[in-house]
């Protein structure tokens, strides 16, 4: 009799241990991403450029501060940042695309279609590179420094607001090699 | 001024609320009528000021009153006035207040559809509705409260409506899909008041059957508006994303379903008692766990609102206190639920409850693919989130096996059933099969093995549905027609509601594997064959919007050389917030929909143009239309009807006796 009383209460429980866990989450911020590689060096790779063909290994995107931004065919968000993608580029800034779990021809005609914002792109088709990194999904923007550590992480559609209000401080540091103490 | 009555006029709801919650219930302990019968009436006060208070809200923001910060960061002056008040409920503290308008006009119904039922039932689940209201709406007044104003510093025009959000969909779907939402509140608050009281019999699940359907009508109509609003507004051609408040709306439905289902068994037959209302809280439960989910920000979503700890804190806060202590009280009540009748293990019982546990299993599989990212992140694993194919791999398979058992659930006797009864039904599933492979290689050319699997199940089920009215028609003496209108309208409904629920999923198999969609680049002259169509871009043109600018493409679509159809896609700037916006231009069909969306412009005069072709896409919200067809048509079936009117007199006895 006692233990069929306690079957009752297990609902109460399993409830009572859900709700524990959403307290638990409380506060903290889905979105703020703590990428296991902040403050460390970019992952080793040895991957080909998506359109040359040609080898890319992590000495090949070394050297200068430069932008790796994630994105893929399959991705809607992704077509919603290109623009800015787009924008930044002509304005000199070097971005380094990161062409994540894609189809190499779909990923080709998306950039025919909008353009190539990109100075090289890593086609990481098996997506291993993304998961050394620590991607999340698709699109996700990375500040890499010169001596190719990541300093910076944003996930999610990026455009010219955040550009201005969060990177350009920080990639301005970059460029006159002080200490990046803008960028979190 | 208005704002400030409207202010007052929560408070009101909010102080009666409390009343609500309190003195029928005393009234009950103590037997004093009087107080019993507060609850009918303090639960149309509640409503009517929360009614005010709404309309308060409203005229806030067709009066463009910016001192009030919600209407500030919601409303523009440009904004057409139908889209002023659908921004009432385009953020959270409005959304809120029309969560609580709705509980209230729940509270209203009960109050005024339950004159057969006994006072001390009405008064427990008016009180218990009662307490709801006091919780949110003690929420929305220490947390998010919309009549807050901002002085002296108040803007001179808003911050305008979000554009995704200033569509006919918007305007219908929120309203639609809280009375869902939170009708389910009545039939949690039917299970409470019965565990309290310690009643719990047939009479008890036929009183909280209708409003359990109603609830789930409203519910299901709510889900396939936002899936259609999806598709036509967002510009991505999809239809669900398992995006964790679509998951939050549908978790609560599947739940319904189950408790409809078992609802019924419970009023037959007596049985599942304790299983209903179980079924009752976890409804409730997940509303308002979507509720959480939405506010507090716990995950990220493209519908979630401001994220503030606070607020979730105060939700959880709700969430423990109002299911902890109803789980409490099932845990201490339940074991004295007894059944009043066995079954065999064939039976209508038995295949109902295998029905449930797989609605169940469903629900707990949403329910932790939702969840997942919260567990890993509390394990430390990291930050990830399951996404379409987590849910679509597991949700076939369930659909599969639901669909089997309801076929055979919906024909099978209650308490005992011959098995032998189903041999014919082979005869029935060869022709099914032949239809559901001959079929889709009819329509498409090519049919993979999921889809011939589907197919052919789907019309099993609609044959055997079609056999059984017959069967049932048949053995009246007058002829066919006197026996079709000698069957009930609750076994009607069901059948409606069945063959609902097969369109629907016919529609999702046939539009997830047969649809085209292609990425092209289009200027004056181009053409592109998609499917069987050939769209041909004609030009474009700017035009000017109430407070937006937009470019318009022509899009000629033809089908063997014949004109289809003449689609204007729209890339659209809304002026205020700087932000463009893609409205789709679609040409919809019962058997397909063709759809163009603009991207952006590229050089040469040419635009990134995205064309689909979506065969059978319309049959999802078709089948949902039915399914809550198929509800109502249930509902007013006569037993719920003769019941009103025979316990008229019961009523008026009561108040004599006094």
Request: net charge positive; glycine share 8%.
């Given at each position: 009799m006692k233990m069929r009383a306690l079957l009752w209460a297990i609902p109460l429980v399993l409830f009572l241990g859900l709700a524990a866990l959403l307290m638990s989450r409380l506060g903290t911020d889905p979105t703020a991403l703590p990428s296991a590689r902040l403050g460390k060096p970019f992952p080793e790779f040895q991957l080909a450029d998506l359109l040359t063909n040609q080898p890319l290994t992590l000495a090949s995107i070394k050297g200068k501060p430069a932008v790796v931004n994630v994105w893929a065919s399959w991705c809607p968000s992704c077509k919603e940042e290109h623009p800015a993608l787009m924008k930044l580029a002509q304005q000199g800034l070097p971005i380094i695309g990161l062409n994540y779990k894609d189809v190499p021809d779909d990923a080709k005609a998306y950039l025919m279609q909008r353009g190539n914002p990109f100075q090289v792109i890593i086609a990481d088709v098996d997506g291993n590179l993304g998961l050394d990194l620590g991607v999340y999904g698709a699109p996700e923007t990375y500040l890499i420094d010169a001596k190719g550590d990541v300093v910076y992480r944003y996930v999610g559609v990026f455009d010219e607001k955040i550009w201005q209000s969060q990177l350009a401080p920080c990639y301005q540091q970059l460029l006159t090699g002080g200490e990046a103490t803008l960028c979190q | 001024?208005?704002?400030?009555?409207?202010?007052?006029?929560?408070?009101?709801?909010?102080?009666?609320?409390?009343?609500?919650?309190?003195?029928?219930?005393?009234?009950?302990?103590?037997?004093?009528?009087?107080?019993?019968?507060?609850?009918?009436?303090?639960?149309?006060?509640?409503?009517?000021?929360?009614?005010?208070?709404?309309?308060?809200?409203?005229?806030?923001?067709?009066?463009?009153?910016?001192?009030?910060?919600?209407?500030?960061?919601?409303?523009?002056?440009?904004?057409?006035?139908?889209?002023?008040?659908?921004?009432?409920?385009?953020?959270?503290?409005?959304?809120?207040?029309?969560?609580?308008?709705?509980?209230?006009?729940?509270?209203?119904?009960?109050?005024?559809?339950?004159?057969?039922?006994?006072?001390?039932?009405?008064?427990?689940?008016?009180?218990?509705?009662?307490?709801?209201?006091?919780?949110?709406?003690?929420?929305i007044l220490m947390t998010s409260n919309p009549f807050n104003r901002i002085l002296p510093d108040f803007p001179l025009d808003g911050a305008d409506l979000n554009p995704l959000l200033q569509d006919i969909g918007l305007i219908v779907h929120p309203p639609i899909l809280y009375m869902g939402?939170?009708?389910?509140?009545?039939?949690?608050?039917?299970?409470?008041?019965?565990?309290?009281?310690?009643?719990?019999?047939?009479?008890?699940?036929?009183?909280?059957?209708?409003?359990?359907?109603?609830?789930?009508?409203?519910?299901?109509?709510?889900i396939a508006l936002g899936s259609w609003w999806a598709y036509y507004e967002l510009g991505w051609g999809g239809w669900w994303f398992w995006d964790p408040?679509?998951?939050?709306?549908?978790?609560?439905?599947?739940?319904?379903?189950?408790?409809?289902?078992?609802?019924?068994?419970?009023?037959?037959?007596?049985?599942?008692?304790?299983?209903?209302?179980?079924?009752?809280?976890?409804?409730?439960?997940?509303?308002?766990?979507?509720?959480?989910?939405?506010?507090?920000?716990?995950?990220?979503?493209?519908?979630a609102f401001a994220s503030d700890p606070a607020r979730g804190m105060f939700v959880l806060g709700i969430l423990t206190v109002v299911i902890g202590g109803s789980l409490l009280l099932f845990a201490l009540r339940a074991s004295h639920l007894n059944s009043e009748s066995r079954y065999a293990l064939v039976s209508r019982e038995s295949f109902l409850l295998v029905n449930n546990l797989?609605?169940?299993?469903?629900?707990?599989?949403?329910?932790?693919?939702?969840?997942?990212?919260?567990?890993?992140?509390?394990?430390?694993?990291?930050?990830?989130?399951?996404?379409?194919?987590?849910?679509?791999?597991?949700?076939?398979?369930?659909?599969?096996?639901?669909?089997?058992?309801?076929?055979?659930?919906?024909?099978?006797?209650?308490?005992?059933?011959?098995i032998r009864s189903f041999i014919p039904l082979w005869k029935v599933l060869a022709v099914a099969v032949f239809l559901g492979v001959a079929l889709p290689l009819f329509f498409f050319g090519t049919a993979p093995i999921k889809v011939m699997m589907s197919a052919s199940l789907c019309v099993w089920v609609l044959l055997s549905i079609v056999r059984d009215v017959w069967l049932k028609a048949r053995t009246a003496k007058q002829g066919i027609l006197a026996g079709l209108g000698r069957l009930s309208r609750s076994y009607y409904g069901m059948q409606l509601a069945h063959i609902g629920i097969l369109v629907t999923i016919l529609g999702v198999t046939f539009t997830s594997n047969y649809s085209i969609e292609r990425d092209v680049r289009m200027g004056v002259g181009d053409s592109v064959n998609v499917g069987p169509y050939h769209f041909e871009w004609q030009g474009i043109r700017d035009i000017q919007g109430a407070n937006y600018r937009a470019t318009q493409a022509e899009v000629k679509v033809s089908k063997d050389g014949e004109l289809v159809s003449l689609l204007h896609p729209e890339k659209r700037i809304y002026?205020?917030?700087?932000?463009?916006?893609?409205?789709?231009?679609?040409?919809?069909?019962?058997?397909?929909?063709?759809?163009?969306?603009?991207?952006?412009?590229?050089?040469?005069?040419?635009?990134?143009?995205?064309?689909?072709?979506?065969?059978?896409?319309?049959?999802?919200?078709?089948?949902?239309?039915?399914?809550?067809?198929?509800?109502?048509?249930?509902?007013?079936?006569?037993?719920?009807?003769?019941?009103?009117?025979?316990?008229?007199?019961v009523v008026s006895q009561g108040a004599t006796a006094k």
């Open positions: - | 001024m208005i704002a400030e009555l409207g202010h007052f006029a929560l408070v009101l709801a909010l102080v009666i609320a409390l009343l609500q919650a309190t003195l029928p219930l005393y009234g009950v302990y103590a037997n004093i009528p009087a107080l019993q019968r507060f609850a009918r009436s303090s639960a149309l006060m509640q409503a009517f000021c929360l009614i005010l208070s709404f309309a308060g809200l409203i005229v806030a923001f067709l009066q463009n009153d910016f001192t009030l910060d919600y209407v500030s960061r919601q409303s523009n002056t440009l904004l057409p006035y139908y889209y002023k008040i659908s921004a009432v409920w385009g953020g959270h503290e409005g959304s809120l207040l029309l969560w609580v308008l709705v509980l209230s006009l729940w509270g209203a119904a009960v109050s005024l559809f339950s004159h057969s039922l006994p006072r001390e039932m009405v008064a427990r689940v008016l009180a218990i509705i009662g307490m709801v209201g006091v919780a949110l709406m003690s929420f939402y939170v009708g389910f509140t009545v039939p949690f608050a039917f299970a409470m008041a019965a565990l309290l009281g310690g009643r719990l019999d047939s009479a008890w699940a036929r009183w909280s059957r209708p409003w359990a359907v109603a609830a789930w009508c409203f519910l299901t109509v709510g408040v679509e998951n939050a709306s549908f978790m609560p439905w599947l739940a319904g379903t189950a408790l409809i289902h078992s609802l019924a068994v419970s009023e037959k037959r007596g049985v599942f008692k304790a299983w209903t209302v179980m079924l009752a809280i976890i409804a409730f439960a997940l509303s308002l766990l979507g509720t959480f989910l939405v506010r507090s920000g716990v995950l990220t979503s493209v519908h797989l609605l169940v299993t469903a629900t707990t599989v949403v329910l932790l693919g939702t969840l997942y990212p919260l567990i890993a992140d509390a394990l430390t694993l990291g930050k990830v989130s399951v996404g379409a194919p987590y849910f679509n791999a597991l949700f076939m398979p369930l659909a599969f096996i639901l669909l089997v058992f309801m076929g055979l659930g919906s024909l099978s006797n209650w308490k005992r059933h011959d002026v205020v917030q700087n932000r463009s916006m893609t409205e789709a231009a679609i040409d919809s069909g019962l058997f397909r929909d063709v759809y163009v969306a603009m991207g952006e412009p590229l050089d040469n005069n040419q635009w990134a143009v995205r064309v689909y072709y979506k065969p059978f896409v319309r049959w999802l919200w078709l089948g949902a239309l039915m399914m809550a067809a198929g509800g109502i048509l249930a509902m007013s079936d006569r037993r719920y009807r003769i019941a009103a009117r025979q316990a008229t007199p």
